[in-house]
C-alpha cells in the first residue's frame, strides 16, 4: 500500500506524508510544470502541465489498495475502477455507492457555470477540517486493501 497525493492546490499534504511516515509507507506527490514542489518524505512525479495531466499519471501508477488523496470527483472514481481507495481533503472516502451522487452534483454546477450562474467559492479551510482528514486517513490506512 502506497500514499498518492493530487497535490497541486492540495491543503493536506504535509498530514498525509506524516501518516504515511508513522506507517512506514510511500508517498507520492504527483503535480504538474506549474505547481512543482517537494516534500521530505515523499516521492514527487513532476509531469508536463496540461489537462488532467497529473491526473493521468496517477491512474497510470495506481496499484490496487493504494490510497489516494484528492478533491476531484473525475480522479477519485478512475481511482475507485482500478482499486484504489480515494478520500478527499475532507475526509470523505469516495465509494463505489458515492461517487456516482457527487459527479452527477459536479456536472449541475458546471451546467449551472456555464449558463452564467454563479456559484458559492470554497469557505475558508479550518482546522476542524484537518482533523477530520487525520482521522479518517489513519482509519482508511489501517484498514487492509
Known sequence: MRILIDADGCPVVDLAIQAGRRRG??????????????RPGAETVTVSKGADSADFALVS??????VVVTQDYG????????GGRP??????????????????????TKRTLAAGGRTRGP????ESQNAAFAAALSQLLDQKG
Not at 75 to 82: S, W
Not at 87 to 108: F, K, M, V
Request: glycine share 4%.
Open 25 to 38: 509507507l510511500p508517498v507520492l506527490l504527483f503535480c504538474d510544470t506549474a505547481h512543482v514542489f517537494s
Open 75 to 82: 480522479l477519485a472514481a478512475m481511482c475507485l475502477a482500478k
Open 87 to 108: 478520500i478527499s481533503q475532507n475526509g470523505l472516502c469516495y465509494t463505489a455507492e458515492n461517487i456516482d451522487a457527487l459527479l452527477a452534483a459536479r456536472y449541475e
Open 123 to 126: 469557505k475558508k479551510r479550518r
Open 61 to 66: 501508477r495506481l496499484q490496487p489498495g493504494d
